[in-house]
Nanobody, 116 residues
């Protein structure tokens, strides 16, 4: 059974950086594409970045050039390095499979708050 746990969020000033981590347990992690998503109240869930099993990456236009997604299949982790953070990046960040999410593995997410 796969379970995903997100960590690394916090409160930062605009222009600052955070590194998020997603840890998977009991998984087939290494053969699936993974992604970071984010959500704020009243807004649809948004794909932030995705990475395939082969390391190909996809980024939302809003974060391209600022965020970097990576994975370590041996450790069952996927990370998101976030630089030059903006207030509009404020959201709860979640990891899951890509392109089809698996409802059972949604974690609690990690809150990122960026002050102006």
């Amino acid at each position: 059974q796969v379970q995903l746990v997100e960590s690394g969020g916090g409160l930062v000033q605009a222009g600052g950086s955070l590194r998020l981590s997603c840890a998977a347990s009991g998984s087939i992690f290494g053969i699936n594409a993974m992604a970071w998503y984010r959500q704020t109240p009243g807004k649809q869930r948004e794909l932030v970045a995705a990475i395939t099993s082969g390391g190909i990456t996809i980024y939302a236009d809003s974060v391209k050039g600022r965020f970097t997604i990576s994975r370590d299949n041996a450790k069952n982790t996927v990370n998101l390095q976030m630089n030059s953070l903006k207030p509009e990046d404020t959201a709860v960040y979640y990891c899951n499979y890509y392109p089809i999410v698996v409802v059972k593995v949604w974690g609690q997410g990690t809150l990122v708050t960026v002050s102006s």
